[in-house]
């Protein structure tokens, strides 16, 4: 299955007494869709799974691929530090049609690299779908190594990996020793990494700064890809002050302020998150602002 080249690791709007808004969550979706994003990640760390209730979770993934229609892939998150959950919830994502599952690192328990392998492997073993792993040890206490995920690519519906470990060399190191390179795809889960992971053999980015500039990403791509590296590099230098921005404050309190830029009624986080504050949104404006000058200039003056 094909994700592309930027899969969306969907935010999750709430009303003002914190249940799930799901007219704005369509309205996500259809906007998503329409600007720049190839797959969809539903129940990912960006939509505050942390806070959501298993029914939640598993109405959203529904909902989402109710709603996507076949227009791009659905990626579940599934994962959890409890591996029996993790299974259980890979089985709900299979029942509401999601085309895949994505796999977060066991968190909190700190398990050793084989206690890791082991977790991936039995939940791949109990689906058909295929799985993402998400290696993010700033969140989850632990790091899958290299020799790890090169093992686990040889399981058949292992997939692909989102890596935010923001270490390139672990990521060179994981594209260079899996088997079949088109086998097994590595995706940055940093939006400031996009262009350099791709320039080591990386396939995209499960984008959280897809959510407003998904078509600016895909323009950055096109023209790495078209050999166009000058223009590449100069989105990319526009990119990275405002993605910096995007996670000045804990994530996804920021880019659910910049979606209010757009039009949407998606302000409202669950505690522990929480809304910015005035200031804080004064400093992304500026840079906001600042991005929407460069981005119309290098438009204008070097179109893909």
Same mark, same amino acid.
């Given at each position: 299955?094909?994700?592309?080249r ?5 935010i999750?709007?709430?009303?003002k007494?914190?249940t ?12 998503l869709?329409n ?11 960006t939509?505050?799974?942390p806070?959501?209730?298993?029914e ?12 996507v229609?076949?227009?791009v ?19 709900k ?9 994505? #796999?977060?690192?066991?968190? @909190? !328990?700190? /398990?050793?690299?084989? &206690? =890791?392998?082991?977790h *991936?492997? +039995?939940?791949a073993?109990?689906?058909? #779908?295929?799985?993402?792993? @998400? !290696?993010? /040890?700033g969140?989850? &206490? =632990?790091?899958?190594? *290299?020799e +790890? ?8 519906n292992i ?7 923001g270490?390139l ?5 994981i594209i260079?020793?899996?088997?079949q ?24 980015v ?9 078509n ?8 790495f890809e078209?050999?166009e ?30 979606m209010?830029?757009?039009?949407f ?9 929480m ?11 500026a840079?906001?602002?600042?991005y929407?000058?460069k981005?119309?200039?290098i438009?204008?003056?070097?179109p893909?």
């Amino acid at each position: 299955m094909n994700l592309g080249r930027i899969g969306t690791a969907m935010i999750t709007p709430f009303k003002k007494d914190g249940t799930i808004n799901y007219p704005e969550l369509e309205r996500i979706i259809n906007h998503l869709i329409n600007n720049g994003t190839d797959c969809i990640v539903a129940c990912g760390t960006t939509s505050e799974n942390p806070t959501m209730s298993t029914e939640e979770k598993i109405e959203v993934v529904r909902f989402t691929v109710e709603k996507v229609a076949g227009r791009v892939p659905v990626i579940a998150g599934t994962g959890d530090n409890e591996t029996a959950y993790s299974i259980d919830m890979t089985h709900k994502a299979e029942e509401n049609g999601a085309d895949g599952i994505m #796999l977060v690192a066991p968190y @909190y !328990n700190k /398990p050793n690299q084989r &206690g =890791i392998y082991a977790h *991936f492997e +039995t939940i791949a073993k109990e689906t058909k #779908l295929p799985v993402m792993l @998400y !290696n993010v /040890p700033g969140r989850t &206490g =632990i790091n899958v190594a *290299f020799e +790890t995920s090169v093992a686990l690519s040889k399981i058949s519906n292992i997939a692909w990996i989102k890596e935010a470990s923001g270490n390139l060399d672990q990521m060179g190191d994981i594209i260079e020793n899996v088997a079949q390179e088109d086998d097994f795809l590595v995706y940055s889960g940093d939006d400031g990494l996009t262009l350099p992971l791709l320039a080591i053999g990386g396939a995209g980015v499960i984008s959280v700064a897809s959510h407003v500039v998904g078509n600016d990403m895909q323009l950055m791509m096109r023209a790495f890809e078209q050999g166009e590296h000058k223009l590449a590099a100069k989105i990319h230098r526009a990119l990275l002050p405002l993605v910096r921005a995007l996670f000045a404050q804990p994530n996804p309190s920021p880019v659910k302020y910049a979606m209010t830029k757009l039009g949407f009624d998606t302000l409202d986080v669950r505690l522990p998150m929480m809304e910015m504050t005035n200031e804080e949104k004064a400093a992304f404006d500026a840079i906001w602002d600042t991005y929407q000058t460069k981005m119309e200039a290098i438009r204008e003056n070097q179109p893909v």
